[in-house]
């Protein structure tokens, strides 16, 4: 067991010679002649304490004392139980670090202001006064810069000059020409001096020209200089003196030649001159006038168009050029949008300018012409074509305002001007083939129309054409309105009263127009759809009239009529959801022709395929439904001939309703659709000499038809049916379950063509159903044969994965080895920024202890301050109380003793 510390104490003193018995002379001699003793021997014996201090102190040094976790096998040298860290001296210093850093900060916390001192020397404790001042003395001295006219300078100086000589008598041929005699010489020589000394430069100038030749030049004297200078600078000033006056000359010419010149830019006849002569007329008058015609001639000119730079004359070949690469980013956009990719806002922009006026109807799958707003998905109206502000409008609905539209004695006058002109009448010029028939003969020679092209109010009383119409009709701002103006109107001419409202009402005639077509938009979508539920229903040419003249007007006004068209689309939907009215078609239709149907997300024309899709998955109960489901079977497709979605509903219900119709019950399984078992006298019957005909809107709203009718709707349906399948196969025929969506349909295609219900079907049907059958045999055999079987990714072969272990010959535990480099690099800049990171934590915590110690230690030492002057002051307190106290018992004794006597 070893000793205590102390007996290892003085065991280590003793070994270290610090203590131990003295030695003899003799000893001392011997160790003297060895060398064993030097005059370091005080040095000598502070390292050796400092050594045993550190030996016998076990906080001081960091040990291992378990050693090593793992014995492993390595090439590096065995690890020791040696020291391998100091943790109270590096405490110690951290310590010391930061009352050197943060305590600074801490002490000048919230404290402005402060004397820096830069002395060199003045910082730094081991320099000795001596050396501070000499270092100073050095950089004043390298730093002081010098100067001809310093006085406290040691070097010699040039000595003083004028006129660049030298004023010193040390030259030779230089002395002192002052003699005493000349003080006598009184004031005339005084005078004399004086009178001579404005001639001095002339006789300088004088020698100067007497200067012998072959000598140098002499230099000027600075009054020369001057001479020269001031000459220069008048010459200078005088040539720009001329210069002005010039250029002011010019300009008084000029502006007496403006007035030709404005009569020559206003194709004005020049006055003629007037022989009388103008007295001649003052001051201010003449100004007022100036300024008077200035202001004049500024409006004017505020007022004209600016000439706009045409474009070169381009070949056809650049124009097609161009086309082709307009309608290819066209499609582009389309396509993103069919897709729901979002279009960015610069595409659209950059479109704005390239739109040309299209024919091409909006659903055509290689021409399609839509520009739509990424903010609300409505389109962006006439603002897309740059044209259309100028009244140039690209679509064929659009019309050109002629000014024989407006009447001489209306209150609106559309503005004119002289400048735009011969652009009005080339745009009069570009009007489409949809309002070209609006002025007919008669309308032509009527002074109504005419009075606008002459300029010349004509006062006449013919305000209606010839079929009864009026020239002018007040713009409706409720539909009842617009039902009271229509009244007396035929219906066929309808299209005719629109027009000429749109003509009449036109933004460009007054700006409080727009809010007004906008508000008649919305009463043309709301007139649609009343117009369609009434009894007698209008001819489809009409309302389709109507609904080229909504999609005309939704360009200007795209909001608006989004907003009407989903009002309308709600109330189908809140109301009668599965009973649609034939005004509800209408307005489905009108959605289809107006908005673009290929969006993958529309605010219209989403919800409108919604409703489709509801009112198609409803079962059936009568020939109504069955013709209801077959228009908007119809508008399904027609929505998605660009896009070519498929949809469900429309085939489930086309494959319910040939069975439903169908003579005879199928025995089997004819595919897998929801098959709803029609009600009686459903079937169709006895119709083999019945002729096909199409299906009218009647058919979608009639309930009280007779036997016969209703067989020849139940073989409309039959035979429109037939036809929407055949369109079906058309449209899906590239996807990938064509087959299984197809066969189906053959099934009952085949069913049909059986004896049974063949025998009961007209020849016609039954010629229609073989074709649509042959022609779908040849497609599903196609798809089948163009399916490829599931097959795995041709490429290389992937080796199995080893769980065999790479042995390495100088291994280290401390290395990592992966074999993936960027993964390595990544793991060790990880390994190194949590290291990096958990040093800063413990850097951050030090810290944190370091400045909670110091403001507690600060908080006691003005605790302490604090309660060390309240103790004195209430001890002065309490010693000025003792001393009154002691004065007043005093003079209470002394009051007592003097009752006494």
Do not use: W
Not at 6 to 23: D, F, M, N, T, Y
Not at 818 to 830: G, Q, S, Y
Not at 857 to 882: F, M, N, P, S, T
Not at 885 to 900: H, I, L, P, T
């Amino acid at each position: 067991m070893p000793g205590s510390q102390l007996k290892r104490l003085k065991a280590s003193l003793r070994e270290k010679g610090v203590i131990g018995p003295q030695l003899s002379k003799k000893q001392k001699k011997r160790n003297a002649q060895d060398g064993k003793i030097n005059n370091n021997r005080r040095f000598q014996k502070a390292a050796d304490l400092e050594g045993i201090r550190e030996e016998f102190n076990p906080f001081d040094l960091k040990h291992n004392a378990r050693g090593p976790k793992f014995q492993v096998t390595t090439n590096k040298p065995p690890p020791s139980n040696a020291a391998k860290g100091r943790p109270s001296e590096a405490k110690s210093l951290g310590e010391e670090r930061r009352r050197q850093t943060l305590l600074v900060e801490l002490n000048q916390r919230h404290k402005v202001g402060g004397i820096l001192d830069r002395r060199f020397g003045e910082n730094d404790p081991h320099m000795a006064p001596e050396e501070k001042m000499r270092e100073r003395f050095v950089r004043e001295k390298q730093s002081h810069k010098t100067s001809m006219f310093d006085l406290e300078d040691d070097e010699p100086s040039e000595g003083l000059t004028h006129l660049g000589k030298s004023l010193s008598f040390d030259g030779p041929g230089l002395v002192d020409d002052f003699e005493e005699d000349d003080l006598s010489a009184g004031s005339d020589a005084d005078d004399e001096y004086r009178g001579s000394k404005r001639v001095r430069p002339l006789d300088a100038e004088d020698q100067d020209q007497d200067q012998v030749e072959g000598q140098p030049e002499r230099k000027k004297s600075k009054q020369e200089v001057m001479k020269e200078v001031i000459a220069k600078s008048k010459f200078y000033k005088a040539e720009r003196q001329a210069a002005k006056e010039a250029d002011q000359d010019l300009r008084e010419e000029l502006d007496m030649e403006l007035p030709d010149l404005h009569d020559l830019l206003f194709n004005r006849k020049k006055t003629s001159d007037v022989t009388e002569i103008k007295e001649p007329e003052s001051a201010a008058a003449a100004k007022e006038r100036m300024e008077r015609d200035y202001d004049m001639r500024l409006r004017q000119l505020a007022q004209d168009r600016r000439a706009q730079p045409a474009d070169r004359t381009k070949t056809d070949e650049e124009k097609a050029q161009e086309e082709s690469e307009r309608l290819k980013e066209l499609e582009a956009k389309r396509l993103k949008r069919m897709h729901g990719e979002e279009v960015s806002e610069s595409e659209d922009e950059e479109d704005v300018a390239d739109i040309q006026p299209e024919k091409e109807p909006i659903n055509d799958p290689a021409l399609f012409r839509e520009t739509e707003e990424d903010d609300f998905g409505l389109g962006k109206g006439i603002k897309t074509r740059p044209t259309a502000t100028e009244l140039g409008f690209d679509d064929e609905d659009d019309f050109i305002i002629e000014d024989d539209l407006i009447t001489s004695d209306s209150d609106l006058e559309p503005v004119e001007s002289d400048a735009s002109s011969g652009e009005e009448e080339s745009e009069i010029e570009d009007d489409d083939e949809f309002t070209k028939g609006l002025l007919n003969e008669e309308e032509a020679q009527n002074p109504v129309f005419s009075s606008r092209l002459t300029g010349v109010d004509v006062s006449t009383d013919t305000k209606e054409d010839s079929n009864g119409l009026p020239y002018t009709f007040p713009c409706p701002q409720t539909l009842d309105e617009f039902i009271e103006i229509t009244r007396k109107a035929p219906i066929e001419h309808l299209p005719t009263v629109v027009q000429r409202i749109r003509a009449l009402y036109h933004p460009k005639l007054n700006n409080d127009n727009k809010s007004k077509l906008a508000n008649f938009v919305a009463i043309l979508i709301q007139y649609l759809a009343y117009a369609s539920n009434l009894t007698k229903l209008p001819p489809f040419s009409i309302l389709e009239s109507l609904i080229r003249h909504i999609h005309s007007l939704a360009k200007s006004y795209p909001i608006e009529t989004a907003n009407e068209f989903r009002s309308q689309l709600e109330s189908f939907g809140r109301l009668r959801p599965l009973a649609p009215n034939l005004g509800d078609l209408v307005i489905l239709t009108a959605v289809g022709t107006i908005f673009p149907t290929s969006d993958h997300f529309h605010q219209v024309a989403t919800p409108a395929g919604l409703l489709i899709a509801r009112n198609l998955e409803k079962v059936p109960r009568g020939v109504i439904d069955y013709a209801q489901g077959a228009y908007l079977s119809t508008l399904a497709l027609q929505y998605q001939q660009v896009s070519k979605r498929y949809i469900p509903e429309v085939m489930n219900f086309c494959l319910n309703t040939m069975c439903a119709l169908a003579p005879e019950k199928a025995t089997g399984s004819l595919g897998y659709f929801p098959i709803h078992e029609p009600t009686p006298g459903t079937r169709v019957s006895q119709a083999q000499t019945l002729d096909l005909r199409k299906l009218t809107p009647a058919d979608c709203i009639r309930d009280d038809l007779s036997e016969g009718e209703a067989v020849s709707a139940k073989v409309a349906i039959l035979a429109t049916t037939v036809q929407l399948l055949d369109s079906a196969a058309d449209l899906f025929s590239g996807k990938t379950a064509f087959f299984e969506t197809f066969e189906p349909v053959k099934n009952v295609l085949a069913h049909l063509a059986s004896k049974p219900c063949k025998t009961k079907l007209p020849a016609s049907l039954n010629e229609r159903v073989e074709k649509l059958q042959s022609k779908l045999d040849r497609m599903l055999r196609l798809a089948h044969m163009a399916r490829r079987p599931l097959e795995l990714h041709h490429h290389k072969p992937l080796p199995i994965k080893s769980a065999i272990p790479k042995f390495e010959d100088s291994f280290d535990p401390h290395k990592h080895y992966d074999p993936d480099r960027d993964r390595a690099e990544l793991a060790k800049l990880k390994a190194e920024h949590k290291k990096e990171r958990k040093g800063a934590m413990r850097e951050l915590r030090k810290d944190a202890n370091f400045m909670a110690r110091e403001q507690l230690r600060i908080k006691k030492a003005k605790d302490a301050a604090y309660e060390k002057k309240y103790k004195r002051l209430v001890a002065e307190i309490q010693g000025e109380e003792g001393r009154e106290a002691n004065a007043y018992e005093r003079e209470k004794q002394m009051r007592k003793r003097a009752a006494k006597r």
